[in-house]
C-alpha cells in the first residue's frame, strides 16, 4: 500500500521559509515521478514542483521560480520543498503527490496523494 506522509507546515512571516518533506513507502521510487501541489482556499489544486527520480530532473511552476526549490532526501524515498521568501499568495494546503512511473503532468496523472500540510505566511 502506498503511503505519502508530509511534515514541515506551519506559519511563517511573509520573506521567511519553510522545508516541507514528503516519506513514501509502498512504491518503486527509482521510477517515480514525486511532485508538490498547492491548494489556497476557493482556488483549484495547483502543480508547484516535480522530482523525477530515475534522471534527477526537477521542473518548478512559474510562480515558485527562484524561490522553491524540490530535491531529494539522502534517505531513501524522501522528497523535499525548500520555500524561502515566503509571499502571503502562498498560503495553502501542500499535497505530496507520486506517480508510478513517467512524469507528471497535471492533477489527472498523479496516482496518489498525501493527506496535505498546512501553510501559512501571515504578518
Known amino acids: 500500500q502506498v503511503q505519502l506522509v508530509e511534515s514541515g507546515g506551519g506559519l511563517v512571516q511573509p520573506g521567511g521559509s519553510l522545508r516541507l518533506s514528503c516519506a513514501a513507502s509502498g512504491l518503486t521510487i527509482n521510477f517515480a515521478t514525486m511532485a508538490w501541489f498547492r491548494q489556497a482556499p476557493g482556488k483549484e489544486r495547483e502543480f508547484v514542483a516535480g522530482y523525477r527520480w530515475i534522471d534527477g530532473r526537477t521542473s518548478h511552476a512559474d510562480s515558485v521560480k527562484g524561490r522553491f526549490t524540490i530535491s531529494r532526501g539522502n534517505a531513501k524515498n524522501l522528497v523535499y520543498l525548500q520555500m524561502n521568501n515566503l509571499k502571503t499568495e502562498d498560503t495553502a494546503i501542500y499535497y505530496c503527490?507520486?506517480?508510478?512511473?513517467?512524469?507528471?503532468?497535471?492533477?489527472?496523472?498523479?496516482?496518489?496523494w498525501g493527506q496535505g500540510t498546512q501553510v501559512t505566511v501571515s504578518s
Open positions: 503527490a507520486a506517480k508510478l512511473s513517467g512524469t507528471i503532468v497535471g492533477i489527472t496523472s498523479v496516482d496518489y
